[in-house]
């Protein structure tokens, strides 16, 4: 699973060169599938069994899902399946293929596949999608992917009935992101009912467009605050539901860096399994006093703040100075844009970015 254009069909290509290919982005498979789901049996009776097949955007026609696993039981036929929602696929009688299926997400560029290529202004400003990143105008192809998701993911699939209602509230998320979620304040803008908005954001999940940080609850003698934190998965698409085509102001740049380490920190969760879950940490009523990101594993606990500035200062460390008594907690992290690595005298890594995405890449986040 993965957003659209984080390249599924690419790696499939390339990873199962010799494979079985079934496109349901082809409108006459579509209808084809949709009218007698029974065709893919008749169809794969003519491959041979140790043959893969790979099914492309298997959310379109969900009900295949029962005679792939007929086939994987009766005749142990291995398939790759890939799709850009989960909507359906959540569904009460869907076929989840429990027990048969490992489920892995794509997700965009991470700094290490591109290598030299990665430039941080660019990243905040254009984002990870490989469909992007190879275009001549990003912001074109940018704008051009928005309105495919409206089209495509939202009104193709019915999600939900009022769609301008839905594109309204589209650039309203994309303000909160990074920040925690006032549904009601978000409906208010909208002018959507707050049952309206609870919805259109299980969507923006379901299509893996947006997550949400939780906040950390623990017995600390202060009381945390408990509402979640949005996230868009990708900067680029942040800034074009937004309608920004400059490159981001400094008040911009601060959400927009945060929000793409978590999106890094999720990639790398995804394809390393580098932590097993994650928060954000922010006293109830301190509103200067907060870490973006907790990450925990094995009942251990690192604490990460991320900041723009290039320079440190007492400030950038409040918040990780006030959860420093928190039981489990190993390491304190200050990432930021400067050049030096430097440690506080309280024991506080402050980190450089190439520092901070060395340590992601060889998995020694946790000491």
């Not at 991320?306 to 190993?330: D, M, Y």
Request: glycine share 8%; aromatic share 8%; proline share 5%.
């Amino acid at each position: 699973m993965g957003p659209r254009g984080t390249g599924k069909t690419t790696w499939l290509k390339r990873r199962f060169p010799e494979a079985y290919r079934i496109d349901l982005l082809d409108e006459r498979l579509y209808m084809a599938y949709q009218a007698d789901p029974g065709l893919l049996s008749d169809e794969l009776s003519a491959v041979p069994a140790g043959r893969r097949v790979v099914i492309d955007e298997i959310q379109r026609v969900p009900v295949l899902l029962n005679e792939v696993h007929r086939q994987i039981e009766e005749k142990g036929r291995l398939f790759a399946l890939c799709g850009s929602s989960a909507r359906k696929l959540k569904r009460a009688s869907t076929n989840l293929l429990a027990g048969r299926a490992v489920r892995r997400q794509m997700h965009g560029f991470v700094p290490a596949e591109l290598g030299g290529a990665f430039r941080i202004d660019r990243q905040l400003r254009y984002g990870c999608l490989p469909l992007v990143w190879s275009a001549e105008d990003p912001a074109d192809v940018l704008d051009a992917y928005v309105d495919m998701y409206l089209k495509e993911e939202i009104r193709a699939e019915a999600a939900v009935r009022n769609l301008p209602g839905f594109a309204r509230f589209l650039p309203l998320a994309a303000l909160f992101h990074g920040q925690a979620l006032n549904v009601s304040s978000l409906a208010r803008d909208a002018g959507v009912a707050r049952t309206t908005v609870e919805g259109y954001l299980g969507i923006l999940e379901d299509t893996l467009l947006a997550f949400r940080l939780p906040a950390f609850s623990s017995r600390l003698r202060v009381r945390e605050r408990r509402h979640p934190k949005l996230f868009l998965f990708d900067p680029g698409v942040v800034r074009a539901l937004a309608k920004r085509r400059g490159a981001p102001t400094r008040d911009q740049v601060g959400h927009l860096f945060e929000g793409w380490i978590a999106e890094l920190l999720r990639s790398y969760r995804s394809y390393r399994s580098i932590f097993d879950d994650w928060y954000y940490w922010s006293p109830a009523g301190a509103r200067r006093t907060e870490v973006d990101f907790l990450l925990e594993r094995d009942g251990e606990l690192v604490a990460i703040e991320v900041k723009k500035t290039g320079s440190t200062s007492p400030r950038n460390l409040v918040g990780l100075r006030a959860i420093a008594e928190l039981p489990g907690l190993r390491r304190r992290i200050l990432l930021y844009l400067g050049s030096v690595r430097l440690e506080t005298e309280d024991g506080i890594d402050v980190l450089r970015l190439e520092d901070f995405l060395a340590e992601l890449e060889n998995g020694t986040l946790f000491p």
